[in-house]
């Protein structure tokens, strides 16, 4: 159960893929030659974009990376922090790139991000079609694609608590013909882990201060 939960957690905190969509493609992604670059899932879209991700490893340090980047972009790039992540990035034309980068000495790591510019035309309601409470804040919806499997992970706050939302989801599930093959509680929250043939939906629901935070990962065996 414990592997689970951590899955789960990582789930929330990555953007997982990589992707070729429109003009925008990690050809174009400045590296060090230092760098060893992985790449990670396919066919991804976090919040209604396509989004790809890869992961690096380099023998430099954190500082050399920032240093490396300020210089390729320059002027145009901007730093912030990103959860545990130190990260720069930059516009090109219609193209987001992104650096998220972490080390410990002569060693540095993190990942490689790119994503496209949304045209507002086309984007659709975050979290549609995902069950949520009625008072529901949708922060971040992704959508992954890997042949026969399909997954969406979404994140989601309610003003509820944890109690009230393990009964909403319990009933709506039920309703939809999921059946409920686990239930348990850790630090105050709980996790839900649904089937339908041989599909899985997972719900973790943990408390944020007043509030309650809810992860659902959904899984689709085509």
Do not use: H
Request: proline share 3%; net charge negative; hydrophobic share 40%.
């Amino acid at each position: 159960m414990n592997k689970k939960i951590l899955c789960l957690g990582a789930l929330c905190s990555s953007l997982l893929s990589e992707v070729a969509f429109a003009d925008c493609d990690f050809s174009d992604f400045p590296t060090m030659a230092e760098m060893k670059v992985s790449a990670l899932m396919d066919n991804a879209q976090y919040n209604n974009r396509p989004l790809g991700v890869r992961s690096f490893s380099a023998s430099v340090s954190a500082d050399s990376v920032l240093g490396f980047y300020q210089r390729r972009w320059r002027d145009r790039s901007v730093q912030s922090t990103f959860g545990p992540w130190q990260q720069i990035g930059t516009m090109e034309d219609e193209c987001f790139f992104t650096v998220q980068y972490g080390g410990a000495g002569e060693n540095s790591f993190g990942r490689l991000l790119i994503s496209r510019v949304p045209e507002a035309d086309i984007e659709s309601a975050l979290g549609e079609g995902v069950v949520k409470p009625a008072d529901a804040l949708v922060v971040s919806d992704m959508l992954t694609d890997d042949g026969p499997k399909k997954g969406r992970v979404t994140i989601i706050t309610s003003e509820q608590s944890v109690s009230e939302l393990v009964s909403f989801y319990r009933t709506e599930m039920a309703m939809d013909n999921w059946s409920l093959e686990q239930n348990f509680s850790q630090q105050g929250g709980t996790v839900l882990v649904f089937r339908k043939g041989i599909d899985e939906n997972n719900i973790v629901i943990m408390p944020a201060g007043d509030a309650s935070q809810i992860l659902i990962n959904e899984v689709e065996i085509n």
